[in-house]
């Protein structure tokens, strides 16, 4: 595959992770009304919406603590500083070709610094926690933790994180294949990609650019079922 036609299926293939992680906001409904005969209540709702917020994602402190640990050792604690390190590699990335090298490390020091003081790393984990506590009871944690403590768990924990890079690899490689087949057949009828899809010096055979690089940063495995 060269390099040109490997571009063009993965940009039909792959998306930002990010983008897809990245939950979105909308704005709150009214509460509504007072209705004419109709009793109004004794104190009118809350429009602090950080303060339900809060409330509802509220855990009790065992539970709290039992997936603390639960997410140590799976790993998923990790989360945090893995995204940060995409991200600001992204930001080195699409910055390296505007700044000076001498500029370019001055403000990656003072972006890293502000980065983790307006988002800590640690930010991540309290997000997750009440994630897992609406997800499992205690009575499940304690069961994954039993698992995740044994040496069944501990060489899934080890060997998933390779297991899921290889298989996402695998993917991705035979995903571009037939995109790429497809662009072929459909060039007849759509000439603009034969120019796109023109031969160019191969990259080696069946090898993408890039195919030794994961194409998104592997989180941390979590103990849903798989």
Known sequence: MNAKAATIAAAFLIGSPLLAQ????AAPSKPPAHQPGVAAPR???????????????????AKDEAIRHLMDLT??????????????KQVHDGLSQALQPDRLAKFMQDFSAKFE??????????AIVPIY?????MEDIQGLIQ?????????VVKALPQVSQN????GVQIEQKGALTVLQDMS????????MLAPEQDSGPDRAPGADRATAPAPAPTPSAK
Do not use: C, H, M, W
């Open 75 to 88: 790993g998923t604690t990790r989360t945090g500083d893995e995204i940060n390190a995409y991200i600001t």
């Open 167 to 170: 298989s996402q690899r695998v």
């Open 43 to 61: 104190s009118a709702p809350s429009t602090n919406t950080g303060d339900a917020a809060a409330n509802a994602d509220k855990v009790d402190p």
């Open 188 to 195: 007849s009828e759509y000439p603009e990609l034969k120019q």
């Open 133 to 137: 506590a609406k997800a499992f009871s």
């Open 147 to 155: 698992f995740y403590e044994s040496p069944l768990g501990q060489r």
């Open 22 to 25: 990245t939950p979105t906001t």
């Open 117 to 126: 003081s307006a988002a800590p790393s640690s930010g991540v984990t309290d």
